[in-house]
Structures are given as structure tokens and as C-alpha cells.
């Protein structure tokens, strides 16, 4: 639960800092983004700084919003899409 909690702080850090997602990767929704391995998540979430107009996302930027990705997921239903992390 702790780890949940952390998870969920770090995400309201990181958003604070992002807009709304672009189209592709933030039309995943919870249900494919946990089902689907660390590498296809981590092109999820890649594709989703990209939509927002960052061409070269850092390796530590995308982790992050991967994380922060994670926790929104353990506490949505499966079929909410990404691009509502950041309230768009």
C-alpha cells in the first residue's frame, strides 16, 4: 500500500508538469498498457511525450511518466485511457 501511495506522488509530481496526451499512445488504455511487456510500454509511453511535442524524450522522463503511468492504472478501470492521467 505504501509502495501505491508513493507510486500515486510521484505521478501528481510528474503531472503537475504535463499537458494532455497526443493520439496514439494516449488512446491506450489501462487494460492493454498492463498487459503488455516493460518494452512495448515503455514505446507507449514514448509515443505519448512525442504526441505532446517532445521529439527526444530523456530515458529518466520516460521512466517516470511510465511509472507514474503504472499507479494511475492500479487504481482506474481497465478501460480508461492514458490520455486522462493529466485531466484531457
Same mark, same amino acid.
Given at each position: 500500500?505504501?509502495?501505491?501511495?508513493?507510486?500515486?506522488?510521484?505521478?501528481?509530481?510528474?503531472? =503537475?508538469?504535463?499537458?494532455?496526451?497526443?493520439? &496514439?499512445?494516449?488512446?491506450? $488504455?489501462? /487494460?492493454? !498498457?498492463?498487459?503488455?511487456? +516493460?518494452?512495448?510500454?515503455?514505446?507507449?509511453?514514448?509515443?505519448?511525450?512525442?504526441?505532446?511535442?517532445? =521529439?527526444?524524450?530523456?530515458?529518466?522522463?520516460? &521512466?517516470?511518466?511510465?511509472? $507514474?503511468? /503504472?499507479? !494511475?492504472?492500479?487504481?482506474? +478501470?481497465?478501460?480508461?485511457?492514458?490520455?486522462?492521467?493529466?485531466?484531457?
Amino acid at each position: 500500500m505504501k509502495k501505491l501511495i508513493s507510486v500515486a506522488a510521484a505521478g501528481l509530481v510528474l503531472l =503537475s508538469a504535463l499537458t494532455g496526451c497526443g493520439a &496514439s499512445g494516449g488512446n491506450t $488504455t489501462c /487494460k492493454d !498498457f498492463r498487459a503488455s511487456d +516493460s518494452s512495448k510500454q515503455t514505446e507507449t509511453i514514448t509515443q505519448i511525450l512525442k504526441d505532446k511535442g517532445d =521529439s527526444k524524450p530523456s530515458p529518466l522522463k520516460v &521512466s517516470a511518466y511510465k511509472l $507514474t503511468a /503504472k499507479g !494511475f492504472c492500479e487504481v482506474k +478501470s481497465p478501460d480508461t485511457k492514458l490520455s486522462e492521467m493529466s485531466g484531457s
